[in-house]
């Protein structure tokens, strides 16, 4: 058994089952000192009800992605027809395109932001590795 001060640890499996919360078994895990082990048959371990778990699923998520596909696209049609409006029908869709500059630019700046990052991991990866391989020669 376990007594005194001494750290315990539990694990807890959660297994597919018929009810929403079944009969937990388990106890103390035989030839481990404070180890207990619990089973927990759950409806919602199961994969058809979790996804189908009073209708939410993963719903936010697409609640998130259609206001986000839909704020962008209410602000370029906003945009370019203000700046459509404000250049009195002259210019080009890039003129109108609110800031255009910023937009055309993102994609390098995600791929520089990605090399960035990609760097940052393979130094940290050297480090706890002590490999210190770079593609630098020694100046003499």
């Given at each position: 058994?376990?007594?005194?001060s001494a750290?315990?640890e539990?694990i807890?499996?959660?297994?597919?089952?018929?009810?929403?919360?079944?009969?937990i078994?388990g106890?103390?895990v035989?030839?481990?000192?404070?180890q207990?082990?619990?089973?927990?048959?759950?409806?919602?371990?199961?994969s058809?009800a979790?996804?189908?778990?009073?209708?939410?699923g993963d719903?936010?998520?697409?609640?998130?992605f259609?206001?986000f596909?839909?704020?962008?696209?209410?602000?370029f049609a906003?945009g370019c027809?203000?700046?459509?409006h404000k250049s009195?029908?002259?210019g080009?869709?890039?003129?109108w395109t609110p800031?255009?500059?910023f937009w055309?630019?993102?994609p390098?700046?995600?791929?520089?932001?990605?090399v960035y990052?990609?760097?940052?991991?393979?130094?940290?990866?050297q480090?706890?590795?002590?490999?210190?391989e770079?593609?630098?020669?020694?100046v003499?």
């Open positions: 058994g376990c007594s005194g750290d315990r539990s807890v499996e959660f297994v597919c089952g018929s009810e929403a919360v079944g009969t078994s106890g103390e035989s030839g481990a000192t404070c207990y082990y619990f089973k927990v048959p759950t409806k919602y371990a199961c058809s979790a996804s189908n778990a009073g209708g939410a719903t936010g998520g697409w609640v998130f259609g206001l596909v839909g704020g962008m696209a209410l602000y906003i027809a203000i700046n459509h009195q029908g002259e080009t869709w890039r003129e800031h255009f500059a055309a630019g993102l390098l700046l995600v791929k520089d932001g990605c990052f990609a760097g940052m991991v393979k130094a940290c990866f480090k706890i590795t002590g490999n210190s770079t593609s630098y020669e020694e003499e």
